[in-house]
T-cell receptor, first 111, second 114 residues
Framework: GDSVTQMEGPVTLSEEAFLTINCTYT??????LFWYVQYPGEGLQLLLK?????DKGSNKGFEATYRKETTSFHLEKGSVQVSDSAVYFC??????????FGKGTTLSVSS | DGGITQSPKYLFRKEGQNVTLSCEQN?????MYWYRQDPGQGLRLIYY???????QKGDIAEGYSVSREKKESFPLTVTSAQKNPTAFYLC?????????????FGDGTRLSIL
């Protein structure tokens, strides 16, 4: 079945460092890909999405490009802030079915 | 503002007791979902519903039950058959149309055993 694998954390960075969180997927069809963010004690918020190959999703300085050839959707940000500390989830869905999530990556940014 | 409301925020269950978690949305979404979140395991699908009066089991439905009598509401009951119910429960909704629609999440209910 479909699945998502993302790098294990925690990822610990200093403020203004470059961030990459790797995400790869396995899917039989042509899934849509998402990054969600979860702050402590809260639900998930959609960060960005891409619905077809070569699409780039972007929001709040975060970017991810849908790479069909490498089945990847890596999350990047050029300069992280303390407020970016959270858990990040990569997810996919095919044909409107329920999301399939990776296990999440905890990011901790220190000043 | 439109959104998803989960209640209560914290819930405690005694042994042998059934408890019900509420999920209400005013986004006019057709599809609704329940997920369970455990540390280090991501989110796992319990049940989902794509239309009123219809719902489907997800990956970990045993020990849980749901109903979908109204479009806006999708309550989850954690029954006494669920032997390890301590977790963070998240409800979500989406338009259910096509593959590119994101899901919108509530703020979750944390369930613990007394």
């Amino acid at each position: 079945g479909d699945s998502v694998t993302q790098m294990e954390g925690p990822v610990t960075l200093s403020e203004e460092a470059f961030l990459t969180i790797n995400c790869t997927y396995t899917a039989t069809g042509y899934p849509s890909l998402f990054w969600y963010v979860q702050y402590p004690g809260e639900g998930l918020q959609l960060l960005l999405k891409a619905t077809k190959a070569d699409d780039k999703g972007s929001n709040k300085g975060f970017e991810a490009t849908y790479r069909k050839e490498t089945t990847s959707f890596h999350l990047e940000k050029g300069s992280v802030q303390v407020s970016d500390s959270a858990v990040y989830f990569c997810a996919l869905t095919s044909w409107g079915t329920a999301l399939i999530f990776g296990k999440g990556t905890t990011l901790s940014v220190s000043s | 503002d439109g959104g998803i409301t989960q209640s209560p925020k914290y819930l405690f269950r005694k042994e042998g007791q059934n408890v019900t978690l509420s999920c209400e949305q005013n986004l006019n979404h057709d599809a609704m979902y329940w997920y369970r979140q455990d540390p280090g395991q991501g989110l796992r699908l319990i049940y989902y519903s794509q239309i009123v009066n219809d719902f489907q089991k997800g990956d970990i439905a045993e020990g849980y039950s749901v109903s979908r009598e109204k479009k806006e509401s999708f309550p989850l009951t954690v029954t006494s058959a669920q032997k390890n119910p301590t977790a963070f429960y998240l409800c979500a909704s989406s338009t259910g149309q096509g593959g590119g629609q994101p899901q919108h999440f509530g703020d979750g209910t944390r369930l613990s055993i007394l």
